[in-house]
């Protein structure tokens, strides 16, 4: 037998949602949400990779209690 080297096209899925988030009514910074391969990942405004998480609820709780 032979080996067959076969192309694949892979499509990648990724959603990008910025939130901006006001802090004691006067401080505010921006996060975006990144959904890839099905999870979510979050950046701060200088693109710094800041965690992942299973869901964008789970981000957005994680990133308030961040801001508390």
Do not use: K, M
């Not at 999870?39 to 709780?61: I, N, P």
């Amino acid at each position: 037998p032979r080996a067959v080297r076969v192309a694949r096209a892979v499509e990648i899925r990724v959603r990008i949602v910025t939130y901006e988030f006001v802090v004691a009514g006067h401080q505010r910074w921006v996060c975006e949400i990144r959904f890839v391969y099905g999870h979510v990942e979050v950046y701060d405004q200088a693109g710094r990779f800041r965690f992942s998480a299973d869901s964008e609820r789970e981000a957005l709780e994680e990133l308030e209690n961040d801001a508390a």
